[in-house]
């Protein structure tokens, strides 16, 4: 049986694959040691290397390559010499290459040259907007940038509306009328525990702070308690804590250290750990898969399930307090039992902003966001009213009303960048990982036992066998239905947050 | 007057120019922070990324924008229009684009291959060989090595020897008969003084060590009094320090931490600093130059006498131990005075090891270096007669005989990876080292008095104006000639070691 013309395209997917992980390289290196004034020669370098690979995974060289190993495929089909799983496999690679191929040629270049520079300037716009809490400023940017968006939908001509179409690259076949059915049970019951919430008054936020030394060995010692492999994961500092893989054995995890958040760097770390394993446990790690599409993660819902598993679920658990308290202790924290630090890892108080945000609260920040930007995108709300629509929507979920515009509607980088259809990412992350934690107690029993007694590699080992080894093969729906047997739905949050907030009620 | 083909060769070798920065970010980010594990994947981006830039530095393109360029050039001299700098950079910078491109264009590429992959080899072999202490091991390996670079400089067909061809890229226009001329007085010298100096018994070699963060702070303090830029350099460790530039304004520098060398860290700091303050004055920093060759250090002796100067002249003086020892006795290390303090960082032992060698031990080193590859590529030294003709030599010039070939002829990495003609540049440093520092006296004063009250920026200024901007528009020797109006000579290293040794004894 001849191979060639898969091998081919594979050849060619290994070296754009290689680029790729060459600019995920540079930077890491950006975000973690360059000094500062090397910014612009960095800039030149990441430029450079994205319009090399632009012109690689657009070229006629791809396209030729990709019908090839179509054709080649059809003959397997037909020869019914091959295996369903080879087949499926196979037939799976080659839509999602023609879908990422088409998507990208579909494009004029001319809105491609615009977009780039339209996000260049509205993210610097929008950082001098935040720091002088001045929205006019920002918005004519955001105006031209959901302009171009909207233009960009227009040449993609899918069968989707115009937020939908942008979405699909973090929720591939996610629509809006789904996310309403997935989030409008959200948008009455978080709003009313929030108020049980305030109404106990639990906020007792603490007010000590660690060094960083201290934090830094915190953030070693939880990696080395979850069995980190050093050999495979490096880690770092960053002003924005985030997860990266450079290559099929090269992982990389950074936090940041928050003064006076003496947890948001150990939080960030659980947060981060949780991203890379996803990464780990995809197909990936094979050098065979690296560069198809069946290796990569499936959705940015998805990962983010596997953050919040292990920030919320894990880190931010009873159980793990109480297995690692004495570390904050010895660390010099004032912390002398595991009360005390649940209490501190979980601390309920409504607020303004999104990152800060507890586990309750989290979700009505998304919702608003997931409204304003599909009227901006699809119901023409014009981006002058934003503001008002942003603090309106602020006082009807959370109670609370911006001071300005720096803690409203300016708070967040993504739009600056004409980056819609994020945000509900986040939300899905919380529901994904609810119900995917159900079943997975039901497997092993309450994960509290589990952690309770360190037994990590249990969770691990779970959660490869049973989530992350999909990679693209299934969409997030896809996979929360095969995992668990059951379509994905908010009830498994809820009932997960109710009896959270209960038990920091009842403590 | 139209600039246009000046331009587009400029536009080529910037886009070269940034492809080579990315691999040496790669290469950083290698030898500071990837996890062991992503070396292969790592190979396969760097085997890429050569493959790329061996292309772009040899292909057609290139020659037919050279040759545009050139004949641009010859119309402006004719039209005597220009200025004489104008015309004399421009005319080296053809020159030396024009020696570098047909270096490349001389080699057959299956000897490229083949080269490339003896290397690979020999490098694993001498690993090998050395942990086992197994010279048959390696040497089939560097007999390979050395026929096929001999087949190199065959092919290169200079007007000059062998070794002499295969030590252009490091010491431009170096011939045999005038490394003779610099190092035949070293030969007699540096023997004698070391009698004197193991009859005198200073060996007094220290037993305390420091932990890692103490050692890393000094190494920080180090750079703080050096008035590092922290805008422009980033610090790491590495297992083998070293310095490099990854774009005009992005210097990086690493040092190494090893047990029971408690100064191994923070010497290694000012050595690797001087590499890097000569980086930064290059005349690259202006992105107009960062491409072209004019912009880039001259020689590796240049390089060498630089980072040679911070080390030697500077932190191992003993104005230096006056200024800094109170930090290293905050540090917990056993030093009571200044005295300790030089007495430490001035061991003077001989020994069998190049890289642990004392100032006055270590140009035996390289004598017996450069004597042998020589013999080895021009005299027929049998590569199975090394480790007789390596111990013997050690026994003549040091007095001491190696246990095995692991502390002998394996030692060091360079012969294994096939690089013939670097060794000489290690003394050729020492030598333009002293004789820099001697004109730099005849303007600032003994180098010592600004040592000793800090005024660390005079003596950076005056290697800025007088030394780092030629690049390479001088060779080692011309550049040497400018500043001190002197040929390069080995006395100006002889009377500074003579002195330096009768102060280390009479202290």
Redesign the interface.
């Known amino acids: 049986m001849s191979e060639s013309a898969w091998q081919l395209l594979g050849d060619y997917l290994r ?1 754009t694959c ?2 790729g ?2 600019q995920s ?2 930077y ?2 950006q975000n ?7 910014a ?3 800039g ?2 990441l430029s ?2 994205a319009k090399h690979l632009h012109e690689r995974k657009t070229s006629n060289q791809f396209q030729t390559l990709l019908q090839a190993a179509k054709e080649e495929f059809l003959v397997h089909v037909n020869s019914n010499k091959c295996d369903n799983d080879f087949l499926r496999d196979r037939s799976r690679n080659i839509e999602l290459l023609e879908q990422d191929f088409y998507r990208q040629k579909k494009l004029d270049s001319s809105l491609v040259v615009q977009l780039a520079k339209a996000k260049a300037e509205g993210y610097n716009l929008w950082q001098q907007a935040k720091l002088t809490n001045d929205f006019n400023c920002f918005s004519p940017a955001l105006k031209k940038l959901i302009g171009l968006r909207q233009e960009e939908a227009n040449q993609l001509s899918e069968d989707r509306s115009c937020w939908e179409t942008l979405a699909q690259p973090f929720e591939p076949d996610l629509s809006v009328k789904r996310l309403n059915q997935l989030f409008t049970p959200l948008r009455e019951k978080l709003p009313e525990l929030l108020k049980e919430l305030v109404t106990l008054k639990t906020d007792e936020k603490s007010e000590w702070d660690l060094d960083i ?1 201290s934090q830094e060995i915190l953030c070693e010692q939880l990696l080395d308690n979850w069995k980190r492999n ?5 880690t ?1 500092r960053s002003p924005h804590p985030f997860s990266i893989t ?7 995890i950074t936090t940041r250290i928050v003064k006076g958040q003496p947890l948001s760097s150990f939080l960030a770390t659980a947060h981060e750990w949780g991203h890379s394993l996803y990464e780990q446990g995809l197909p990936s790690t094979a ?1 065979q898969w690296f560069a198809w599409p069946l290796g990569q993660a499936t959705s940015m819902g998805v990962h983010e399930s596997q953050s919040l598993f292990w920030e919320n679920k894990v880190a931010r658990s009873f159980a793990f307090s109480k297995s690692f308290w004495t570390n904050f202790q010895k660390a010099g924290a004032p912390i002398s039992s595991a009360v005390d630090l649940w209490k501190a890892m979980n601390p309920m108080i409504p607020g303004l902003n999104r990152v800060e945000a507890d586990e309750l609260s989290y979700g009505l920040h998304i919702l608003i966001r997931t409204d304003l930007e599909i009227a901006l995108l699809e119901q023409g709300l014009d981006v002058d009213d934003l503001p008002f629509e942003w603090n309106k929507k602020y006082k009807e979920l959370l109670g609370l009303s911006p001071q300005n515009d720096t803690q409203g509607c300016l708070q967040d980088v993504h739009w600056s960048e004409g980056m819609f259809g994020y945000f509900p990412s986040y939300l899905l992350g919380h529901l994904i990982s609810a119900q995917l934690t159900v079943s997975m107690e039901k497997d092993l029993g309450p994960i509290e036992d589990l952690i309770k007694t360190n037994q990590i590699v249990e969770l691990i080992e779970w959660l490869r066998k049973n989530v992350h080894h999909y990679g693209r093969s299934l969409n997030a729906e896809e996979l929360v239905k095969t995992v668990t047997g059951e379509e994905l739905s908010p009830n498994y949050f809820i009932e997960y947050i109710i009896k959270k907030t209960q038990n920091l009620i009842n403590i």
């Open positions: 070296e290689l680029f992980s060459i390289t540079l890491w290196d973690t040691v360059m000094p500062s004034q090397g612009a020669w960095r030149e370098q450079l290397l030394p050093k050999n495979i994961i490096a770092a450079l290559g099929p054995n090269d992982f990389r050098h």
